[in-house]
C-alpha cells in the first residue's frame, strides 16, 4: 500500500466510527480467527472467518456461519435484503406471502437490487427436495438466500412467468448471483454424480453449494478499512504517534527549564560584572587617599589636629569597608550554593530526560518491529490466499469446473488432467481451419496457465527406466519424491501412489529382460499419470 492510499484509508477509519473485534479458538491443532468490523456510520457489519493448522492437525472443508448472525435475526437488527427477509430459515414459496412472491421473482428478472445470491431448490414430484434446505439455510445464513420451489406444475409455470425466465427443474439445486441492475438473474446448476450413494447426495450438495460462496467471496473487493490488518495498522501507527507526542512535550518541558535557568545565570554573571566595577572604584579611591595621606603627612607638624582628625577618619572608612567585605563574601558565598543547587537540579532533569527518552525510543521501536511483523503476517497470509486460490478452476466471476469426490493427489493434479485433457482435443482438430470450438480450448488453456504437469511426471518417471532393471534404495527415493511409497516386498515390490489404497503397483525384483524397465517405467505412467 503506497502512502497516499495509507493516508486515504486512515481518514476513513477516522471518519467512519469503526468497530473491530476479533474472536480466537485454538482446538485439536486447528487456530480459527473471527473478525467483526463493524462501521457505524455505514451501518455496515463485515464478518471474515479464516483458520490456520498446526503440524499434525487434520484440515476440514466444513464451515458454518457465526452463531451472531443468528443473535442479530433475533434481535431485529438486520434489514432486509431487497425485498427478501434475512434468515436462517429458508423461504418456501409454498408457504410464502405474496409480497415474499414478488419479492423472490423480481430479484431472478433483475427489477430488484439484492446484495446477497439465491440458493434454488426446486421440489421432485413427489414435493420432497434432494438437499435438507433447513440445514443448508442454517449454514449459509447472512451469506446467501436459501428457496424452496412450488410443489405443482402450476404453480412452478405461474412463477417462471412471474420471473420470465425457465426457473431450475431438473438440477436438485441451482445458485442464482446477483447482477447488474436492470439485468436478469443467470443460474448455476448443480447435478448428482451416478455413483454417488444416496445418504451422500444432501452433504455433497451442501458442500458444493458452500464452495461455490467461498470462492466468490475470495474475488470480492474489501475495502482496507473493513478488515482486521487495516485496523490494527491504524492502531500500531496512532500509538507510535502519541509514543511520538509525549516524547516531543518532554523536550519542550526540558528546553523551557534550560532557558530559564539560563537566564538566571546571565543575571548573575552581570551582578559579578557590577561588582567587579565598583571593586575597582574603591581601588581608585584608595588610591587617592593615599596620595592625601602623603600630602598631610608633609605638613603634619602644622596640621597635626587635622591629621589626627584625617587619621580617625581613615580608620573609620576602613572598619565600614572591612564590613562591606564581610557582607560581600556572604553573599558570593550565598550566590555559590544556588548555583550548586540549580547545576543538580538540572543535572537530575537531564539524567531524568535521558531515561525517558531511552523509554519512549525503545517503545517507538517495539511498536515499530510489531508492525512490520504484523505487515509480514499479512503479505504471507495473502500469499497462501493467492495460492489456494490457484488451485481453482475460476474464470472471472463464475466457476468454470467444481471439484467432484477425487482430490489432488499433488497440487494442480486434478486441474492438469482436465487441462492436458482439452490440449489433446485441441491438437487433434484441424489445424488450417479456425472454429469456435479452438477457439475456446485456446482461451482455457491460457486463462489457466497450462503447465503440463503430467507430462513433466510422466518425462521424470522414464528416466528412471534403467533403475527399474535392478530395483534399489536410489529407485524408491527418486519415486518417493514423486508420491510414491513402497508398502509391501514379497517375491515382488508393491508401490502406492499418493497415500491411496486403489493405486497399487507391482515390479519385479529381477529383471526378465533388457527392455523390463522400460516397460515398467511405462507401465507405472500409464496407471497413475
Not at 497470509?381 to 468454470?400: P, V, Y
Request: glycine share 4%; net charge negative.
Amino acid at each position: 500500500m503506497s502512502e497516499a492510499e495509507y493516508q486515504m484509508v486512515r481518514a476513513r477509519l477516522r471518519a467512519s466510527h469503526i468497530i473491530a473485534i476479533r474472536q480466537e479458538k485454538v482446538r485439536d491443532g486447528v487456530h480459527w480467527y473471527s473478525d467483526y468490523v463493524l462501521n457505524l456510520t455505514a451501518r455496515m457489519l463485515e464478518i471474515e472467518l479464516s483458520r490456520t493448522y498446526r503440524r499434525g492437525a487434520n484440515p476440514e472443508d466444513d464451515f458454518s456461519a457465526p452463531l451472531l448472525i443468528s443473535l442479530l435475526e433475533d434481535g431485529g437488527y438486520l434489514s432486509d435484503d431487497g425485498h427478501l427477509p434475512m434468515s436462517r430459515r429458508p423461504l418456501d414459496l409454498d408457504a410464502a406471502t405474496k409480497e415474499q412472491r414478488e419479492g423472490f421473482s423480481a430479484a431472478i428478472r433483475g427489477a430488484d437490487d439484492i446484495r446477497l445470491p439465491i440458493i434454488y431448490v426446486p421440489r421432485d414430484g413427489d414435493g420432497s427436495t434432494a438437499v435438507d434446505a433447513t440445514h443448508l439455510a442454517s449454514q449459509v445464513k447472512g451469506i446467501a438466500h436459501v428457496v424452496i420451489g412450488p410443489s405443482t406444475d402450476a404453480d412452478y409455470g405461474k412463477l417462471s412467468r412471474e420471473c420470465k425466465c425457465e426457473l431450475v427443474k431438473d438440477s436438485p439445486m441451482a445458485l442464482y448471483w446477483p447482477t447488474d441492475s436492470g439485468k436478469a438473474m443467470m443460474p448455476d446448476s448443480f447435478f448428482i454424480p451416478r455413483h454417488m450413494a444416496a445418504e451422500d447426495v444432501d452433504e455433497q450438495l451442501r458442500q458444493s453449494a458452500k464452495r461455490c460462496l467461498v470462492q466468490q467471496r475470495r474475488l470480492e473487493e474489501v475495502p482496507e478499512e473493513q478488515t482486521w490488518s487495516g485496523v490494527t495498522a491504524l492502531i500500531l501507527d496512532h500509538k507510535a504517534d502519541d509514543a511520538q507526542q509525549s516524547y516531543e512535550k518532554v523536550a519542550s518541558a526540558n528546553q523551557t527549564l534550560q532557558n530559564k535557568i539560563r537566564t538566571i545565570m546571565e543575571r548573575q554573571a552581570d551582578a559579578a560584572s557590577q561588582k567587579a566595577n565598583a571593586d575597582a572604584d574603591h581601588d581608585a579611591q584608595m588610591q587617592q587617599l593615599k596620595r592625601q595621606l602623603d600630602e598631610t603627612q608633609s605638613q603634619l607638624h602644622e596640621q597635626k589636629q587635622q591629621n589626627i582628625a584625617k587619621d580617625e577618619k581613615l580608620r573609620q572608612f576602613n572598619a565600614a569597608k572591612r564590613f562591606e567585605n564581610d557582607v560581600d563574601r556572604d553573599a558570593q558565598r550565598k550566590q555559590q550554593q544556588d548555583m550548586k543547587a540549580l547545576q543538580d537540579l538540572l543535572d537530575e532533569q537531564e539524567k531524568s530526560l535521558a531515561e525517558l527518552q531511552r523509554h519512549y525510543q525503545d517503545e517507538i521501536d517495539g511498536l515499530r518491529r510489531s508492525n512490520a511483523q504484523y505487515q509480514e503476517q499479512v503479505a504471507q497470509l495473502k500469499r497462501e490466499n493467492n495460492e489456494l486460490a490457484d488451485r481453482t478452476f475460476s474464470g472471472g466471476r463464475e466457476t468454470l469446473l467444481t471439484y467432484g469426490t477425487e482430490h489432488d493427489l499433488f497440487p494442480g493434479e486434478v486441474q492438469d488432467y482436465v487441462l492436458e485433457a482439452v490440449d489433446e482435443a485441441l491438437r487433434e482438430l484441424p489445424s488450417d481451419k479456425r472454429s469456435r470450438r479452438s477457439d475456446v480450448y485456446s482461451d482455457v488453456l491460457e486463462a489457466n496457465r497450462y503447465r503440463k504437469l503430467h507430462e513433466q511426471r510422466r518425462a521424470q518417471i522414464k528416466n528412471l527406466a534403467p533403475l527399474f532393471i535392478h530395483p534399489g534404495a536410489e529407485l524408491f527415493r527418486e519415486l518417493e519424491k514423486l508420491g510414491y511409497e513402497q508398502v509391501r516386498v514379497n517375491n515382488h515390490y508393491v508401490l502406492e501412489y499418493g497415500g491411496d489404497s486403489r493405486y497399487h503397483f507391482t515390479t519385479a525384483k529381477t529383471p526378465s529382460d533388457k527392455r523390463s524397465g522400460e516397460n515398467a517405467a511405462n507401465d507405472l505412467c500409464r496407471f497413475t499419470q
